[in-house]
């Protein structure tokens, strides 16, 4: 008997997306995302054209990533309060700051501590209402289609993380910054519209109890699931020793290739494909979560890195760069489908917020350590930074699966069923 025509999609690489509320969403989110990129790079450019001065180029990253710990507190309101209306009021005040930097552009009166306080506010802002985003993932689309969900949601963060520098150097170059900040500020408010049409599950009433009692209770239930726990080291490893693989390009091309630093953008292109390809093989072929499948993928990745550090060419690294971005985004991808199917509803956001956080943080400190040890090493010894984290990484995913193997870890999905059971009073 043949199959009937409404379950042939159901495994497709974009099966997702049949469901329109979460097509709409990819749509405005992606689009978001390419504003984001634009005034990312509009404002660090900005920033050192004006000044010439790497430091406040740094304290520009620092201040939009600075309140990431409060990603925590993000967590608990996900989990209080209806996430849609936290993403639809966070995107509004989003909108507002950038309209406003881009006003003082217009005027060219558009100072330095302006960027920077925008980048504070911003940085705030996405950090309150991010878990909202993640955790909003199951009420859209089908438990069978989450890990296809997940892995579009990167393929779409990766194509607007290439095409958002790119449109942003030609605005900035022919209408300036101000271009730059206002089609953010428009992608916010495009994002905005399309959460006031999609439809949710209604919000359960919110509960009477202090914030610090709603994040123990999320502690509370990571502490009695050490599978969780290892799935969240996993992905601090990822972000801790795969920073590097990024941050530390300019370097590399200009001391071992002898190239303009400006060519790393081509391996940060390059990363890019890897990425978006990573993505779609996933959402092809990923069933269901399988969260100890990363240990290859993070092999893989380690072993990439490596390469880097023998890489011959320019042209082979490029090459290392399109596998890092594979393995990288796979690992990511798989990770967060499993954490989704193993924690109930009414505790997802305060889940979701933890791995992030661990990934978030990872990744600054990762890029902080390399940074003193290429300092302290020599600019000309970059490429050691390489074989020393991609050796690193290949230590702690083997550390992981000994322990997991040691201790029996087994990896518990929740059924749908359980996922929704309300919270205990």
């Known amino acids: ?89 966070g995107n ?9 930097l881009s006003v003082l552009a217009f005027f060219d009166v558009l100072h330095i501590w302006h960027v920077l306080t925008v980048s504070l506010l911003n940085g705030l802002i996405n950090a309150l209402i991010s878990p909202a985003s993640q955790a909003l993932l199951p009420d859209l689309v089908e438990r069978s289609k989450m890990s ?72 509370a239930f990571l ?21 590097p693989a990024l941050s530390m390009l300019p370097a590399l091309v200009k001391e071992e290739f002898h190239l303009p630093a400006s060519y790393f953008t081509y391996l940060v292109s390059a990363f890019g494909i890897g990425a978006v390809v990573g993505g779609l093989l996933l959402a092809a072929r990923e069933r269901d979560p399988q969260p100890w499948k990363a240990g290859l993928s993070l092999t893989a990745l380690a072993v990439a890195e490596v390469g880097l550090c023998f890489a011959g060419s320019f042209e082979m690294a490029m090459v290392l760069m399109v596998i890092v971005g594979m393995m990288q985004v796979g690992t990511m991808v798989r990770l967060g489908s499993a954490t989704h199917h193993a924690v109930p509803g009414h505790l997802r956001g305060r889940l979701m917020s933890f791995q992030t956080l661990a990934f978030r943080l990872g990744m600054p400190m990762g890029s902080l350590i390399a940074g003193g040890i290429t300092a302290a090493m020599g600019e000309h010894l970059v490429s050691r930074i390489y074989l020393i ?7 702690a995913i083997s550390a992981i699966m000994f322990l997991r193997r040691r201790w029996d870890v087994q990896y518990v999905a929740m059924s749908q069923e359980e996922a929704e059971l309300p919270e205990d009073e």
């Open 148 to 219: 296809n969900a997940i892995a579009l949601n990167s393929v779409q963060f990766n194509v607007a993380r290439v095409a958002g520098p790119a449109i942003a150097g030609v605005v900035y170059f022919w209408l300036g910054a101000g271009w730059c900040f206002a089609v953010n500020a428009l992608s916010f408010l495009a994002l905005t519209v399309v959460l006031l049409s999609v439809r949710t599950k209604p919000a359960p009433p919110p509960k009477q109890e202090r914030l610090l009692l709603s994040l123990a209770k999320g502690l």
């Open 389 to 395: 984290y991609g050796s690193l990484l290949l230590i």
């Open 92 to 100: 509004l005040f989003a909108a507002m700051n950038v309209a406003a």
């Open 223 to 243: 502490d009695k699931r050490r599978d969780i726990k290892m799935i969240i080291a996993m992905a601090f490893f990822t972000a801790l020793f795969a920073a």
């Open 1 to 89: 008997m043949s199959q009937p025509a409404a379950d042939k999609p159901k495994h497709a690489t974009f099966a997702a997306l049949a469901n329109r509320g979460f097509a709409a969403l990819w749509a405005g989110t992606f689009l978001s995302n390419v504003g984001s990129w634009m005034h990312n790079t509009a404002s660090r450019v900005f920033v050192y054209d004006t000044t010439g001065n790497a430091l406040l180029l740094g304290l520009d990253a620092f201040a939009s990533g600075a309140p990431m710990i409060l990603m925590l507190w993000g967590g608990v309101l996900a989990d209080r309060f209806d996430r849609r209306k936290i993403l639809i009021i």
